[in-house]
């Protein structure tokens, strides 16, 4: 399979970065770095790691989805957090998402992220043996 897909990340400085919010080549979905943003901009939740993780799993979610893909297909998630102290938080929503999953997850600290009162980022890699939509 030689298709590509993406899905639009839908926020002001996507075009300026050129970059989608997931994109599909074969097998492969990859989810880039999803923040709790709206399309307007403006953080959600801010500095709440708990909902802002909840959100960021639904970004990403529905964009696997879109893509033919599905929460099992999910193989590894990164998550980059302001304060690493957050980690339970995170990874309590983290876990109702892939509490039957169990991919290889990363949870780091990082300096800042994009916008101030950012919490929490995060990516997904899944590899998903259907054909997709």
């Known amino acids: 399979m030689n298709d590509y897909r993406t899905v ?8 300026i970065i050129a970059y989608s919010r997931a994109t599909r080549r074969g097998d492969v979905i990859e989810v880039g770095g999803t923040s709790a943003t709206a ?5 959600l939740y801010p500095g ?15 964009a696997i989805e879109e893509l033919g893909g599905s929460p099992a297909d999910v193989v590894r998630t990164r ?3 302001t304060n690493v102290d957050d980690w339970e938080a995170v990874g309590q929503a983290h876990g109702e998402v ?10 780091v600290e990082v300096s800042r992220l994009l916008l101030p009162g ?3 980022e ?6 998903c043996l259907n054909t997709g939509a």
């Not at 892939?98 to 949870?107: E, G, H, I, R």
């Open 48 to 62: 709440d790691a708990y909902e802002q993780t909840k959100h960021v799993l639904s970004v990403m979610v529905a």
């Open 118 to 120: 950012l919490v929490v």
């Open 98 to 107: 892939f509490a039957k999953v169990y991919p290889a997850s990363t949870f």
């Open 8 to 15: 639009d990340a839908q926020r002001p400085w996507a075009p």
């Open 122 to 127: 995060m990516e997904a890699s899944a590899i």
């Open 39 to 43: 399309p307007d901009g403006n953080v």
């Open 79 to 81: 998550a980059f957090l």
